[in-house]
């Protein structure tokens, strides 16, 4: 067999792609360009030897023969290794796809053929199988035209488009504005902003004009059928050298939107197989401009709304600094429900009025939903809460009159698609740094101490806005110290990226720990763990898609020194109500966070019980409120820790001797067995109960 074929001068190949190998007898390999002996060689090197245009003509057949089941002819033409033409060859090969491994595996012929002339009409890799050779082509030009999202996009991939047997050397798209023809792209030849191209009457002596008027396709196979034709605008299109011209409708609809012009820089005849091609091409143009088109406008109105509706940094604030970043999610419209704001307050105490600043709101929030209904709503409810807030109310007063606004706003929509908006509402005076913060079922903000210590501050809270108009919403009180900064954000920050509450909790709390840059660079830093650098601001580059919108806004107290410059000190306050026995438990989760590089886990175990033993005979033993004060002093590792409760009640704790079964009485037992230093303080009115712990110096004592 291999004789016979030898003596007809035809080769045999294999092409595996499940190994990326190619295995040749000696006639083919001398007939690829390669010393003429049995090879098994790359692919890679194997494609080297051919044209790519061939090569990519080559896989696109194997794609759909194997998919009919049919035997594929392909032509390639074989280059040397500078490029230059050495012969062309014809292969016969039938391909199987193996669906189990999803790979091709081929065998085929190969032998010399005649290379066909310039602009005739077997100018095309498939010798003898125009049908499969174009089939093969419009798939590829169709998904590539689908996947365009820009009329950019669009011209770009039209101008790469290597049509079976007679590619265009020069492309060019025209619209149709009013009574003129202007030209949206080009591709192939230099043509200025001052160019008559760029736009003309629809009434001019040009073929592309004539085509948008008549919706008929126009075909000129030479130079002269275009200067008989169209002699006004010959002498414009003769300084391009082009042999032959094909003017196409961009219809949709049944309306011509424009036209596509394919110039060739030899003579083509425009058989039927080739205008069918064409023909086929320009639908398909037209349709992805169009698409293109609406989603161009989409962006438009999208900048539009942004510029509009999104949010903006607002006023600086004086003795403090702000920071913010908000990005929408991908895809639609690419405006959601997130905001935030920062809102100039009437009033303010004395001192910071003299310091050139008065009170200032904080507002971050989040309307369910990503859609347009989802961004109205959250304007509506943004302009009612700077409303609110500029008349003065305090923060629980201005939570509860929107949440108010919000159910009435939505009470008649339909019970099947409810809305609801999370929010957080701070007020901060920046002469003391106090912060009084009511929350409607948002997130806690976040502390980073001037240490890099980072903390979850835990707030009083109520429901989202909108689903009770009648709700509470009570505030927290704490103050911001020198080199704090505080973060609040919505969800989409925490959970995108395959994240729940806690995993991305943790990848940004590391964030903030290590960072040491200013408060701009932070908040880059935040948005860009999660889509990638931000260019903006405001608004950062759009990324294809993500779960949810991201808005963070950060408020930091300058202290003494930049970030890097890490004190001695940090501290956390928390205040327990007798009506909030659930507190103790964010009690306790507060402490351990503040002792998160602590030496001793030990240690940190026993503060926790004491934390809790403590607070928990606050609210058994008195009528008073508790509250908690936690300090970390020194350097590790030999930092001390001071924990002390404060209560407004006049009975000094007494050590007692409870019995096995005694549920109580072990509190201040447990204190001066794990402690290393403890003691009750009279204040007054009231009492503080307190103990230290030596970092290192605490081992729990053998039982």
């Known amino acids: 067999m291999e004789d016979v074929l030898a003596a007809l001068a035809t080769g045999l190949w294999h092409w595996d792609t499940a190994t990326g190998l190619v295995t040749t007898d000696a006639e083919a390999a001398r007939l690829i360009g390669l010393p003429a002996e049995a090879s098994v060689l790359s692919e890679a090197l194997v494609r080297s030897r051919f044209h790519p245009v061939d090569w990519n003509e080559n896989t696109s057949i194997t794609r759909l023969a194997a998919v009919e089941g049919t035997v594929a002819e392909v032509r390639l033409r074989v280059m040397d290794e500078r490029g230059r033409l050495i012969r062309t060859v014809r292969s016969r090969f039938r ?207 999208t900048d539009g709304l942004q510029r509009s509706m999104l949010p903006t940094l ?78 003065g109310h305090r923060p629980d007063a201005v939570l509860s009159r929107a949440s108010r606004f919000l159910h009435g706003i939505t009470a008649d929509e339909e019970l099947s698609d409810p809305r609801f908006a999370t929010c957080l509402y701070a007020e901060a005076d920046p002469a003391t740094g106090v912060l009084e913060i009511a929350r409607a079922g948002h997130l806690d903000p976040t502390i980073r101490m001037a240490d890099g210590t ?58 903030l720990e290590e960072h040491d840059g200013d408060l701009e660079k932070l908040a880059d830093a935040l948005v860009q763990a999660v889509h990638g650098p931000s260019s903006h601001h405001t608004t950062g580059p759009l990324a294809d898609r993500r779960e949810d919108d991201i808005a963070v806004l950060l408020l930091s107290r300058p202290g003494a020194g930049p970030l890097a410059v890490r004190p001695r000190i940090r501290r956390t306050l928390l205040s327990v109500a007798q009506d909030e026995p659930e507190r103790i ?45 936690a300090e970390v002093a020194g350097q590790a590792p030999e930092r001390r820790l001071r924990v002390e409760v404060t209560d407004g009640g006049d009975d000094l704790p007494h050590k007692r001797r409870p019995g096995e079964l005694a549920s109580s009485g072990r509190g201040l037992m447990l204190i001066e067995l794990l402690a290393d230093a403890w003691g009750v303080d009279p204040r007054g009115e009231g009492k503080s109960i307190w103990f230290e712990l030596h970092e290192g110096d605490g081992d729990l004592p053998e039982s």
């Open 95 to 301: 391909p199987v796809y193996d669906t189990d491994e999803r790979v091709y595996r081929v065998t085929g012929t190969i032998q010399e053929v005649s290379e066909p002339a310039p602009g005739s009409a077997a100018r095309h890799p498939v010798t003898g199988d125009w049908r499969r050779s174009r089939e093969a082509f419009l798939l590829d030009a169709g998904r590539a035209l689908a996947e365009a999202r820009s009329t950019e996009e669009v011209l770009r991939v039209a101008g790469g488009l290597s049509m079976p047997g007679f590619s265009p050397d020069g492309l060019a798209v025209f619209g149709a504005k009013g009574d003129r023809l202007t030209m949206i792209g080009h591709h192939g030849q230099q043509i200025d902003e001052e160019s008559p191209f760029t736009s003309m009457p629809l009434e001019t002596d040009y073929p592309a004009a004539e085509v948008v008027r008549t919706g008929r396709a126009v075909y000129l196979s030479s130079p002269e059928q275009y200067k008989s034709r169209y002699p006004v605008t010959w002498p414009l299109a003769e300084r391009f050298a082009r042999k032959s011209w094909a003017f196409l409708p961009l219809t949709v609809a049944g309306r011509t939107m424009g036209a596509w012009m394919a110039g060739f820089a030899y003579p083509v005849s425009f058989t039927p197989d080739e205008r069918s091609v064409l023909t086929t091409v320009a639908r398909m143009l037209a349709q992805a401009l169009s698409r293109a088109g609406i989603a161009d406008s989409e962006r438009e109105l």
């Open 314 to 391: 607002g006023p600086e604030i004086p003795g403090m600094e702000a920071a913010a970043r908000y990005i929408p999610t991908g895809g639609g419209l690419q405006v959601g429900g997130d905001w935030y704001d920062i809102i100039p307050l009437p009033g303010g105490t004395s001192r910071a009025k003299s310091a050139g600043g008065g009170r200032y709101a904080l507002v971050i929030g989040d309307v369910q939903g990503h859609d347009v209904r989802a961004a109205g709503l959250m304007g509506q409810l943004r302009i009612a809460l700077r409303a609110y807030a500029s008349e």
């Open 454 to 511: 980072v903390l979850r501050r835990p707030t009083a809270g109520g429901l989202p806005l909108g689903i009770d108009p009648d709700a509470d919403y009570p505030t927290t009180r704490f103050a911001l110290e020198a080199g704090e900064t505080m973060m609040i954000c919505t969800d989409g920050l925490i959970e995108t990226g395959g994240h729940d509450i806690e995993s991305g909790w943790q990848r940004i709390r590391a964030i």
């Open 585 to 629: 438990a964010e009690a306790r989760q507060q402490l351990r966070e503040l002792l998160h590089d602590w030496g001793s886990p030990d240690q940190v175990d026993s503060a926790v019980l004491l934390v809790s033993e403590m607070l928990t005979n606050v609210l058994v033993h008195t009528d008073a409120d508790a509250l908690l004060l």
